[in-house]
């Protein structure tokens, strides 16, 4: 007897793909870990904030309480003592992702993941963003994770399988808010697998966990609304071609010819899963209590689309300027659907051929590039600092700006220098927007830092300007008015060579400027 075609595509060249490329993922996390170097600034936000005892001060952030709360575990275990061991944790992070994938695949078909292996998990641009310590890559793994309790539940609708739904539903939203829209489209898609099978029962199972992570969210609302009214000032509005620009930056990887890859695969799967919606044919058989491969169809092609729906909603509500990291819960739903919408089964020899060719080659250029791009540093601010401080005398004065470098700053500086940031702002352990409004509203905010500059250079010392800052030519307009003053009374101004061996980020990549000497002699 021949082996059924199922059996020759999800045999042993799948696992063995998977598993190889697993351990290549694997492998350049840790890579990684060796070469993401120290914190930016955000990532020292949710580090102070997670060093608090108050629940309600780390919601200061625009996330929920998860992360800060794994950080201050990680911490009570002792594994935050340095900033290798406290990175360690955003790997495993990242790795979990890859992890959920797996799982989600196996939940479903019993198979192993190999599209969204390759286009997610071997992906350098998500890994980077992935590993960063903020809560996408923690909101990325537990919407999958709520994607593979959806499907476990859809197997054997059990009260106790609903349970583990709305435990892993509730978990997610703690960690983004805007996970609520994806477990949203996934219970849409669950939904919709019970119409096909005329099952109320599992619906209102489903409707119960949706009501347990709203309610848990509750208790979130002031917080939002305060972060809202706190942050209004950088929400200009949604861009839909910066967010497109954003995406990309993501999803074009290995090379910019991979987007369309992603939206033939997207389109493939909401295609194939309509199909099965407008023209339902009768309820085939499960066996072992397995789901259908119509209703994965159909479950993989509704999550997908209402994610892309809903989260353009939500980030048009947000008025938020997105940023590339913004789109990771999103690619990763997307890649996970591709593996459970997508079958290989009823492609020809010659068709199965030529995409495991293409698979491969992907593979062979995705492993080369996604190392090349991981040697990058989240931020310089730590080398700046140590560059600082082996030349600094405490009678010299430090300006840090724009002021939300005074976070990164203010965890690696530990000279006996006086610093500020422009505008200066009291408290630098988390993003305070609120004392920067207060700030700008004084006539001239800058004024103390300029009192200092000029009574640091009128003594023979030096001042330091870390960030960026344009001090024009004497008499030429500048961008700020403490750049002015400097031009017009410091007698040199210089930025020095801080000799980082290889890139970082655009994101916080500073300069480290140095005038000294005074003049008395305006323009």
């Keep these: ?67 800060p709360l794994l950080i201050k575990m990680w911490a009570a275990l002792g594994l935050a003592g340095t900033d290798l061991n406290l990175r360690l944790l955003g ?34 641009t998500a890994i980077f963003w992935e590993d960063y310590l903020r809560a996408y890559g923690l909101g990325s793994f537990l919407v999958l994770l709520t994607l593979s309790a959806m499907c476990f539940l859809l197997e054997k609708p059990t009260w106790w399988r609903t349970a583990l739904l709305s435990f892993v539903a509730v978990l997610s939203v703690q960690a983004l808010y805007h996970n609520a ?15 096909l099978r005329k099952d109320k029962g599992t619906a209102l199972k489903i409707l119960a966990a949706g009501l347990v992570s709203v ?14 009214q706190a942050t209004a000032t950088i929400r200009p509005g949604f861009s839909f071609t910066a967010a497109a620009d ?29 199909a099965v919606l407008f023209r339902p044919s009768p309820a085939a058989a499960r066996l072992n209590d397995r789901i259908t491969p119509a209703e ?17 909603i939500f980030l048009r509500f947000a008025a938020m300027i997105t940023s590339p990291w913004y789109f990771l819960p999103l690619l990763a739903v997307g890649a996970s659907c591709f593996d459970l919408g997508i079958s290989l089964t009823g492609l020809s020899r010659f068709l199965r051929t030529m995409v495991w060719g293409i ?10 590039f996604a190392a090349r791009d991981l040697n990058c540093r989240f931020t310089n601010v730590d080398l700046v600092v140590n560059r600082l401080q082996s030349e600094i005398s405490p009678q010299d004065y430090v300006v840090v700006t724009p002021w939300y470098l005074g976070i990164s700053f203010n965890r690696y500086y530990h000279g006996a220098a006086a610093w500020d940031t422009l505008p200066p702002v009291a408290d630098h352990s988390a993003y305070r927007f609120d004392l ?36 024009p030519a004497s008499g030429k307009a500048a961008a700020t008015e403490t750049g002015r003053f400097i031009a017009e009374h410091c007698q040199s101004f210089e930025t020095l060579d801080l000799k980082i061996k290889g890139p970082t980020s655009d994101y916080e990549d500073e300069s480290l400027l140095l005038a000294s000497g005074w003049k008395t002699n305006s323009p």
Excluded at 181 to 195: K, N, T
Excluded at 246 to 273: C, D, E, M, R, S
Aim: aromatic content about 14%.
């Design 436 to 471: 920067v409004a207060t700030a700008n509203e004084k006539p001239h905010p800058d004024q103390p830092a300029q009192d200092k500059i000029a009574r640091t250079l009128q003594t023979g010392h030096r001042v330091w300007v870390v960030g960026w800052m344009r001090v």
């Design 181 to 195: 829209v994806f477990f949203a489209s996934i219970g849409l898609a669950g939904w919709q697998v019970c119409w």
């Design 91 to 124: 790997i495993l992070i990242g790795l979990g992702l890859t992890g959920a994938l797996w799982l989600a695949a196996w939940t479903a078909r019993r198979a192993p993941p190999l599209l969204s292996l390759i286009l997610l998990g071997l992906n350098g």
């Design 296 to 312: 994965l169809q159909v479950f993989a092609g509704t999550t997908l689309l209402a994610s892309l729906a809903g989260y353009f």
């Design 359 to 368: 698979l491969i080659a992907t593979v062979g250029i995705a492993v080369p």
């Design 215 to 228: 309610i848990s969210l509750l208790p979130y609302w002031g917080c939002v609304v305060n972060w809202q």
């Design 246 to 274: 954003n995406f990309n930056t993501v999803a074009a990887f290995p090379l910019p010819q991979y987007v369309w890859a992603w939206i033939f695969l997207a389109l493939a799967v909401v295609g194939l899963g309509m």
């Design 1 to 67: 007897m021949t082996a059924s075609p199922v059996k020759k595509i999800s045999g042993w060249p799948v696992w063995l793909a998977a598993v190889l490329i697993t351990v290549a993922i694997l492998a350049l996390h840790f890579y990684f870990l060796f070469h993401a170097g120290g914190f930016c600034g955000d990532e020292v936000n949710v580090i102070n904030l997670a060093s608090s005892h108050s629940l309600t001060y780390m919601t200061r952030d625009s996330f929920p309480v998860l992360l």
